[in-house]
């Protein structure tokens, strides 16, 4: 009955939740959270803090090797370190298959990357770029059991798109067996053409970036992955969504019934296209679709707190400025067409968001706690192991000084990219210890974790996958139940 741990006085925030209790932790989980619990062989003093389930950071890229031959500045090991010092303990990055090859291959692949490197627990999404027969008959559907339950579908770039028919046979498959299907919204075409017609003026200057990518095609490309999703009848997530028009377009798909759910991502509630101007350092701040407005800024904002967005994400994306393989490759400065896509985050993610978002009112705290810990852990499978403090949980917990005042710089930070677009902006809120399954990871100020410490964890089949109930009348309808639910009624063979 003794506790490895125990944090003790603070105050704990879940998604639904708000209390004064202590935490007892064993054997890396949640064992206790009462008052007064006996002492731990190790004691957390929480007063005066605010204690957390662990962010779930589901969208980040680290040690994808690009197009052109670029390198990304994390791997594992950084990319999950800079994760663990901001608050974050499970990370879902990705596994990209190359055209022609096999979609295990690319799992394989990225689990040598993974290696023994990890600090913080991680799962894998797939990209899926080469939806051959063999790839939706036979390995899309068996990885899909094994634990890759969600895997993301490009509108745009040529070495990763999908046209709308591939598209379709791809959520067919993630309908049939229960996977989640991710879609980056941009149409293709619109996007070529501008590039060409911008460059042929002599317009490749990194602000043109952003006028390349405007959002009507984000717009148009999101309308378009909805109607696609309805036909298949089966839930999507619309990634990064940058401002007004394709909110519209999700707030409509609401209207209608549809299970359309959509992530946004710091870059669209702290830059604007204006960081992407001044001179060639605007390719700092090059990601797509790209940075808005202030407009769009407060749009995004109303969608976090009136409930549109299901998650926040950081989208780490750590190409280095400077350096061979950069946004400034060599020294030399590119056309904007070269200059990769994408900005560092994982680590400024949860304290923009804290701070921006739960001290000046426009979310709660447990608003917070869903959108970047809890929801993204029901969306893909890891919920009630991620993304909550209860017992029989892992102790997966961020300990906040919700008054610490930081101004952020890139020399704070624990990435390997050697600038962050937020230089300068100041905070109040930061995470002071993390623990990743009762093991402190970042405390006083120093990462701390065990070498190898992160797990692989295979994902469970999403419940917030599931299609429309078709027929709800008479409650013969069991697949909106809870997955234990549903498998207690077919055991029991007393559905309904
Ligand atoms: N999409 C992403 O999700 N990340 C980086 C670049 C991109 O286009
Ligand atoms: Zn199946
Ligand atoms: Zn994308
Ligand atoms: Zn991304």
Same mark, same amino acid.
Request: aromatic share 8%; charged share 25%.
């Given at each position: 009955?003794?506790?490895?741990?125990?944090?003790?006085?603070?105050?704990?925030?879940?998604?639904?939740? +708000?209390?004064?209790?202590?935490?007892?932790?064993?054997?890396?989980?949640?064992?206790?959270?009462g008052?007064?619990?006996?002492?731990?062989?190790?004691?957390?003093?929480?007063?005066?803090?605010?204690?957390?389930?662990?962010?779930?950071?589901?969208?980040?890229?680290?040690?994808?090797?690009?197009?052109?031959?670029?390198?990304?500045?994390?791997?594992?090991?950084?990319?999950?370190?800079?994760?663990?010092?901001?608050?974050?303990?499970?990370?879902?990055?990705?596994?990209?298959?190359?055209?022609?090859?096999?979609?295990?291959?690319?799992?394989?692949?990225?689990?040598?990357?993974?290696?023994?490197?990890?600090?913080?627990?991680?799962?894998?999404?797939?990209?899926?770029?080469?939806?051959?027969?063999?790839?939706?008959?036979?390995?899309?559907?068996?990885?899909?059991?094994?634990?890759?339950?969600?895997?993301?579908?490009?509108?745009?770039?040529?070495?990763?798109?999908?046209?709308?028919?591939?598209?379709?046979?791809?959520?067919?498959?993630?309908?049939?067996?229960?996977?989640?299907?991710?879609?980056?919204?941009?149409?293709?075409?619109c996007?070529?053409?501008?590039?060409?017609?911008?460059?042929?003026?002599?317009?490749?200057?990194?602000?043109?970036?952003?006028?390349?990518?405007?959002?009507?095609?984000?717009?148009?490309?999101?309308?378009?992955?909805? +109607?696609?999703?309805?036909?298949?009848?089966?839930?999507?997530?619309?990634?990064?969504?940058?401002?007004?028009?394709?909110?519209?377009?999700?707030?409509?798909?609401?209207?209608? @019934?549809?299970?359309?759910?959509?992530?946004t991502?710091?870059?669209?509630?702290?830059?604007?296209?204006?960081?992407?101007?001044?001179?060639?350092?605007?390719?700092k701040?090059?990601?797509?679709?790209?940075?808005?407005?202030?407009?769009?800024?407060?749009?995004?904002?109303?969608?976090?707190?009136?409930?549109?967005?299901?998650?926040?994400?950081?989208?780490?994306?750590?190409?280095?400025?400077?350096?061979?393989?950069?946004?400034?490759?060599?020294g030399?400065?590119?056309?904007?067409?070269?200059?990769p896509?994408?900005?560092?985050?994982?680590?400024?993610?949860?304290?923009?968001?804290?701070?921006?978002?739960?001290?000046?009112?426009?979310?709660?705290?447990?608003?917070?706690?869903?959108?970047?810990?809890?929801?993204?852990?029901?969306?893909?499978?890891?919920?009630?192991r991620?993304g909550?403090?209860?017992?029989?949980?892992?102790?997966?917990?961020?300990?906040?000084?919700?008054?610490?005042?930081?101004?952020?710089?890139?020399?704070?930070?624990?990435?390997?990219?050697?600038? +962050?677009p937020?230089e300068?902006?100041?905070?109040?809120?930061?995470?002071?210890? +993390?623990?990743?399954?009762?093991?402190?990871?970042?405390?006083? @100020?120093?990462?701390?974790?065990?070498?190898?410490?992160?797990?692989?964890?295979?994902?469970?089949?999403?419940e917030?996958?599931?299609?429309r109930?078709?027929?709800?009348?008479?409650?013969?309808?069991?697949?909106?139940?809870p997955?234990?639910?549903?498998?207690?009624?077919?055991?029991?063979g007393?559905?309904?």
């Open positions: 009955k003794d506790f490895d741990t125990v944090i003790r006085n603070g105050l704990i925030a879940t998604a639904a939740e +708000t209390m004064y209790a202590d935490i007892g932790i064993r054997g890396g989980r949640v064992v206790a959270l008052q007064e619990l006996a002492r731990g062989r190790d004691e957390i003093d929480a007063r005066g803090k605010l204690v957390m389930p662990g962010g779930v950071d589901a969208h980040c890229h680290f040690d994808q090797p690009m197009e052109d031959g670029l390198r990304m500045a994390d791997d594992f090991l950084t990319g999950t370190r800079s994760a663990a010092c901001g608050g974050t303990t499970t990370v879902i990055p990705f596994a990209q298959q190359i055209k022609g090859q096999s979609l295990r291959a690319a799992v394989e692949d990225y689990h040598r990357r993974a290696g023994r490197k990890a600090s913080v627990d991680y799962a894998f999404h797939m990209i899926v770029t080469d939806p051959t027969p063999e790839v939706l008959r036979e390995e899309l559907p068996a990885l899909i059991a094994e634990g890759y339950s969600s895997f993301k579908i490009y509108m745009t770039y040529d070495d990763m798109k999908l046209d709308d028919r591939q598209i379709l046979r791809t959520l067919a498959v993630a309908r049939r067996h229960g996977a989640l299907a991710m879609i980056h919204a941009e149409n293709a075409d996007i070529a053409w501008l590039t060409e017609t911008l460059e042929e003026a002599g317009h490749t200057a990194p602000a043109y970036h952003a006028t390349s990518r405007p959002m009507a095609i984000e717009r148009e490309a999101t309308h378009r992955a909805i +109607t696609l999703s309805e036909l298949v009848d089966v839930p999507i997530l619309i990634v990064h969504v940058s401002g007004r028009e394709a909110i519209d377009q999700i707030r409509w798909a609401h209207g209608r @019934g549809l299970r359309i759910y959509a992530e991502c710091p870059q669209y509630l702290f830059l604007t296209a204006d960081n992407l101007g001044g001179g060639y350092e605007g390719a701040c090059v990601c797509s679709p790209p940075p808005r407005d202030r407009a769009n800024q407060r749009v995004v904002w109303e969608g976090l707190s009136d409930g549109l967005f299901t998650l926040v994400s950081s989208d780490h994306a750590p190409f280095r400025f400077d350096g061979p393989e950069g946004k400034k490759p060599g030399k400065e590119v056309g904007f067409r070269h200059i896509n994408g900005i560092p985050g994982v680590e400024t993610r949860l304290p923009l968001l804290f701070s921006e978002g739960v001290r000046t009112g426009r979310i709660s705290l447990n608003q917070f706690v869903s959108l970047t810990s809890t929801n993204p852990a029901r969306l893909y499978g890891l919920h009630p991620k909550t403090i209860a017992i029989g949980s892992d102790a997966d917990i961020a300990i906040w000084d919700p008054d610490k005042e930081v101004t952020i710089e890139n020399g704070m930070l624990h990435h390997e990219v050697d600038y +962050t937020y300068g902006m100041q905070v109040t809120g930061w995470p002071v210890t +993390t623990l990743v399954r009762g093991e402190r990871v970042w405390d006083g @100020g120093q990462f701390c974790a065990p070498a190898g410490h992160g797990e692989f964890l295979p994902c469970g089949k999403p917030m996958a599931r299609p109930p078709q027929d709800t009348a008479g409650g013969h309808y069991v697949g909106n139940l997955d234990a639910l549903a498998k207690l009624s077919k055991a029991g007393h559905a309904a």
